[in-house]
């Protein structure tokens, strides 16, 4: 039993929604992308694999790590 394809027109979307979403509601986040590498790292071995739901997990991480690691920033200059 083989495996489908990978959409790589369909990843590309989610992930530009996702970098889209930082950058309007967390800009800063965009500036340090460090922060984010264990969640783009999940995302792109979930990818190798060819799991959707794998992937969409992991973008919605990065976004939440985004958020977080903006929120820590946003605190350190109150």
Wanted: glycine share 6%; with cysteine.
């Amino acid at each position: 039993m083989g495996v489908e394809p990978w959409d790589t027109e369909w990843a590309a979307a989610r992930a530009a929604e996702a970098l889209r979403y930082l950058g309007l509601n967390y800009p800063e986040c965009l500036e340090n992308l460090r922060a984010l590498d264990e969640h783009e790292t999940a995302a792109h071995e979930a990818a190798m694999r060819g799991d959707r739901d794998a992937y969409l997990e992991a973008l919605r991480d990065y976004c939440r790590a985004g958020r977080d690691e903006v929120l820590r920033i946003r605190r350190g200059a109150a």
